[in-house]
């Protein structure tokens, strides 16, 4: 049985060691403040090497913890006597793993090994990073060394300047830092501002206790909340009322606020008898550039349909787009309708591109749904090795609406895309089933027989990939294979 699912693995690992299996599933890390007082070890150091260990000579069973690397101490807040500390990590890739590069100056947070703290250990699950751009999270951390917190709100500012996939890009590339943003703290009839330098950094120091409303003042010609591309959704104002507490113990962790150039796209839908639609019809923008390219390689981004019928993209960069129906996608189950570009096109070479100047607001364009794609039913039968029908297998349908996964394509290969499950249908008595599927559409059909009352396959048959048409004729599904 072929079932398609989908996997996240927070923190990307899992290992298997002596039939016990390790997985990384942690969700984030502690503020500053909080991971400090529960850190037994805590400086800034200098990477003097790196070498292989087996932490099982300290008590480790599994020698889960294979790699040494030593440290020169160049700041020590908590737990640190020497010049020089031994820390072990897990190698990066396994559960959890992280590790460093001789002449790195890490920021690190070490706990202890085992129960008996024969050794210290850290994790990309800690706070343990690279000490650069650090500078107010060491500053919280010299505080606290010495028995008195400095209250502080700091954090960056970025632009984002991927296009209007940021899927294709890496995202840590697609951003900058944005400089001479005013940042205004609110405390009651309080105000206290400051401006983000050169790398984006703004610091507001030695705050009076209390809660504070965050106010970022930016350039007309952004928006604040970078690749959130809905703007009906509540994470619009996830920039707009920030509020943060300072407390005898505690401080806000580091802020990182990202903006966008604000151009717009506005417009409005109607149903075929000139109408407006109601609400969460699919709307598409898609670049000029990849307009001629599979499905799946299309750049775009979708915008849904207000109550009125009204639609707008927000924070589109400078650029050539089209504007339409099923841009990025064949027609589905979900949404049936053809490809059509403003204004009303079906052919791309006859389709004119909407040019969007640098946070330029553009409105007016209407957009009218066509027909829907022909429904046609197909009919099939499910059979054994022998032609004798099955009673009771299972025929799944999977739409073949974007690139698929190729073994050995880089661009495959980190962007995954499966065909897209739409359901499951059971033969009758005779093994006959019927399906309704849409004109002209590619499918993969994938059937099996599973013993009653489980999911254990007794047979198996091969995937069948089919285009859809009008003359289709009945569909015959060998199962001839038993399960591996």
Known sequence: MKKLF?????????????????????????????????TPVVFVGTVKSVNSANSKELGDE??????????????AFKGVKKDEIDIYTSSQGTACGISFDEGEKVLVYAYGGNEDRKYYSTSICTRTRPAEDKEDEIAVLRSLAKGKLEPRIYGTVYEL????????????????????IKIIARQDNKKFETVSDS??????????????????????????GGDIWDESIREKDQYKNIEVEITKNDNPDNLTIETKIDGRIKGRVFDISGKPV?????????????????????????????KNGYFEFFGIPQGEYFLGFNLDFKPNKEFPYPRVYFPNIRELSKATPIILGRAEKIEG?????PQKVTEIMVKGKVVDANGNPIKGAVVERYGLY?????????????????????????????????????????????????????????LEGDDLDIEVDENMKPIVLVLDKKPE
């Not at 209007?164 to 830092?177: G, H, M, T």
């Not at 109601?278 to 849904?304: C, H």
Request: glycine share 6%.
């Open 6 to 38: 989908t996997l996240f693995i927070l923190c990307g690992a899992f290992i298997l060691l002596n039939s016990k299996v390790f997985a990384c599933s942690c969700m984030g890390t502690e503020k500053p403040t909080t991971e400090f007082r529960k």
């Open 62 to 75: 599994f020698n889960f913890n294979d790699l040494r690397t030593t440290f020169s101490i160049d700041e």
């Open 161 to 180: 300047i991927s296009g209007i996939n940021p899927l294709k890009q890496d995202y840590w590339e697609s951003r900058k830092a944005m400089p001479n």
């Open 199 to 224: 790398k984006g950094q703004f610091r507001i120091v030695s705050l009076p206790i209390g809660k504070y409303k965050l106010e970022f003042v930016i350039p007309s010609t952004h928006k604040l």
């Open 278 to 306: 109601e609400k969460d019809v699919r709307v598409v923008l898609i670049t000029k550039e990849t307009a001629n390219q599979e499905v799946g390689d299309i750049d775009s981004i979708p915008a849904y349909t207000d």
């Open 365 to 369: 364009f209407n957009l009218y749904l």
């Open 402 to 458: 974007s690139s698929e996964w190729k073994e050995g394509d880089p661009y495959s290969m980190k962007y995954i895309k499966q065909p897209t499950f739409e359901g499951r249908v059971l033969t009758n008595q005779y093994g006959e089933f019927e399906i309704t599927l849409l004109k002209g559409n590619k499918y993969r059909l994938n059937s099996y027989l599973e013993k009653d009352g489980s999911h254990e396959d007794l």
